[in-house]
Structure formats: C-alpha cells, structure tokens
C-alpha cells in the first residue's frame, strides 16, 4: 500500500499571509493614491489662484485709469467705485502769438483758442495729440478739470464736468458751455467715459460700467447688469489711503476664493493711484 504525503498550508500560515498582503496592499495605495490626491489638490488651488489674479489684473488696469481723486470706498470695505478715464492731455492756457491767421480752432483768432477760467468757455486747443480720444464721436463723454474730490471740485457732483461736444479734428475739444472752477498747475485734463464700480456680493466679485455719474455711491449700481468676474468669492475688502497732498494713493484689495471641498487661497494686491490732478 502507497503512502501519500500530503502537505499545505497551516492556519497561521495563512493568516500571516493574509495580514502581509493587507499591509502591501494598504501601502501600495497610499503611494498611488497620495500623489493623485496631491494633483487634484493643487489643481484646485492653481484654479481658485488663477482666477483671483484674473480678477486682481481686471482691477488694477481700471484703478490705474482712475480720474485722480475719484476713487471711494463703501458697502463695509466691499464696493469700490472710480471714474475711467478714456483719454487725457494738456490745454492751450496762454496765447500763440506765432498762430496763423487762417489757423484758428475756436475762433476766428488763432491765438485766442485757450481755455479761458474766467468766463464760461466752450472749447480750447489740445496741446499735443491725442491717441484714443475721437473727436468726433463723443456721446457720453465727459471734460474734467482739475478734480480734488471735494465740493468745491468734484467729478461726482459735476462742480467741475461737463459734457462733450463732436469736434470737426483732433486739435480741438469742444464742450457745454462751463466755467470751471480751477485751473490746473500743470494745463491738464481729463476725458472720462464711465464710472466703473466692483461690487463684493453673493460670493461674487461683479463689474459695473455705463451707468450715470451720481454724487452718491451706488450700490449696486441701478440699470446695468454686473459683469462676473470671479465667483467663489468667501470674502473681499477695499482699502483706499488718498495719501497726502493730492499726490498719490494707495488702494489694497483683498481677496479669499474657497471652493466646494474647502481648499481655500487668499490674495493680496497694492495698487498705486496717481491723484495729480
């Protein structure tokens, strides 16, 4: 009679087995699954980090076009509204004894086409050229002069705007009849075209333009529809320091976008005002 010997596994073989196979497994998942987990994770954030830098960029080019002096600030920190500036230059403020005779914009004296401050004038020569103003085409558009952002010159409240008129070439900017208040040391003004409001709402970081200019802040602004620029938007704040002496200011944006999963990032930008008016 033949013996077989049989031979197997025992039980605590197999156990052990089992229990080293579970720890390979749980490790091998871990190295998958880590760096997957790592990708999308800085997928999200590269996501929330890019769309705030688009919305920072958006207002940094509108702040930097801003009227001087026309930059305010409320709703708590989280409206901020400016006037845009379209086009700027510098006015004929005495008189060109060298003009032609034939050579005249205003008037039929060359050397008479300033911008007068002590009676209400109409026009004046540009000294220079202009390279985004038309001219001829200025429906909406407003002449500023001199804007202080205060009563006795401010864009808001019209003490020192006007309305534009269509010019027959781009030597000459014609205007509502107006007499402004002041002078500017330095012969310059201004063309703006709309105020231009960022408004912190719903998670939403929204851009108003093409609205009237008021005298009081709007929020939001009644007619238009906001532009999206980011959504969301966890929290935001505008921060305006004029500065001193009418030279320059400072605006700080802050921004926290957090998505759906809790991934969160939060942005800072600075922003220089020229307030010279």
């Known amino acids: 009679m033949i013996r077989y010997k049989y031979q197997g596994f025992t039980?605590?073989?197999?156990?052990?087995?089992?229990?080293?196979?579970?720890?390979?497994?749980?490790?091998?998942?871990?190295?998958?699954?880590f760096p997957v987990s790592s990708y999308l994770d800085l997928q999200r954030r590269t996501t929330l980090v890019d769309t705030a830098e688009l919305a920072l960029r958006l207002m940094q080019r509108d702040i930097r076009r801003s009227l001087p002096n026309s930059v305010r600030i409320t709703?708590?920190?989280?409206?901020?509204?400016?006037?845009?500036?379209?086009?700027?230059?510098r006015y004929r403020a005495g008189l060109d004894i060298?003009?032609?005779?034939?050579?005249?914009?205003c008037s039929s004296n060359p050397a008479g086409d300033i911008l007068d401050f002590t009676l209400a004038d109409n026009c004046f020569e540009v000294i220079g050229n202009?390279?985004?103003f038309n001219p001829q085409a200025t429906a909406g558009e407003s002449l500023v002069i001199y804007n202080l952002g205060n009563l006795s010159a401010d864009a808001y409240a019209g003490s020192n705007q006007t309305k534009m008129i269509n010019s027959s070439n781009a030597k000459?900017?014609?205007?509502?009849?107006?007499?402004?208040?002041?002078?500017?040391p330095q012969q310059r003004f201004f063309i703006i075209d709309t105020p231009v409001t960022y408004l912190c709402t719903n998670n939403q970081l929204l851009r108003y333009s093409g609205y009237a200019i008021s005298a009081t802040q709007p929020n939001p602004p009644t007619g238009v529809i906001g532009q999206l620029q980011a959504n969301k938007i966890a929290s935001c704040s505008f921060i305006?320091?004029?500065?001193?002496?009418?030279?320059?200011?400072?605006?700080?944006?802050?921004?926290?976008?957090?998505?759906?999963?809790?991934e969160s990032v939060q942005l800072m930008q600075q922003i220089h005002v020229d307030n010279v008016p």
């Open 11 to 33: 039980l605590i073989e197999l156990i052990m087995v089992i229990v080293i196979v579970g720890i390979l497994a749980t490790i091998t998942t871990k190295i998958i699954t």
């Open 75 to 89: 709703g708590g920190d989280t409206v901020i509204e400016l006037l845009h500036v379209e086009e700027g230059g």
């Open 98 to 105: 060298n003009a032609a005779a034939t050579a005249g914009l």
């Open 130 to 132: 202009l390279k985004v």
């Open 172 to 184: 000459v900017i014609n205007f509502n009849t107006f007499r402004f208040p002041f002078n500017s």
């Open 240 to 262: 305006y320091d004029p500065g001193t002496a009418a030279r320059s200011g400072l605006v700080t944006i802050k921004i926290t976008l957090t998505d759906t999963v809790g």
